[in-house]
C-alpha cells in the first residue's frame, strides 16, 4: 500500500501564488510542481473560499468544532435519558 503523499501549507501557498499572481496556467502550475492538476485546483479553490485555508489534518473550522461539540452533549445527554428510564422501571418494581 502506497503512502499518500503530504504537502506543507508554504508549498500549497507558492502553488496557489504560480496561478494566481505570476499567470501560469493551472495545468502548467501543476506539471511544473509534479502534482495533479485537479489537486492543484482543490488548492486554489480553498484558498479561495476559506480564509483559514490548509489548517492541516484534525484541525476544524469554528464552525465545525462547534457541531463536534453539540453533536458530544446530544449523546452525552441521550445516555442520561436512558439511564433514568432504567431507574425508573428498576424503582417501579421495587415498590410493587
Do not use: C, H, P
Not at 36 to 61: C, H, P, Y
Amino acid at each position: 500500500m502506497t503512502k499518500r503523499k503530504q504537502y506543507t501549507k508554504e508549498f500549497k501557498l507558492d502553488a496557489v501564488s504560480l496561478v494566481t499572481a505570476q499567470g501560469y496556467s493551472r495545468a502548467e502550475a501543476a506539471r511544473r510542481l509534479g502534482v495533479n492538476a485537479n489537486m492543484l485546483s482543490r488548492w486554489l479553490n480553498e484558498a479561495q473560499s476559506n480564509d483559514q485555508a490548509f489548517r492541516g489534518n484534525g484541525k476544524q473550522t469554528g464552525d465545525q468544532e462547534e457541531i463536534a461539540k453539540l453533536r458530544a452533549e446530544i449523546k452525552r445527554l441521550e445516555m442520561e435519558k436512558e439511564i433514568l428510564k432504567k431507574a425508573a422501571v428498576f424503582f417501579a418494581r421495587e415498590t410493587k
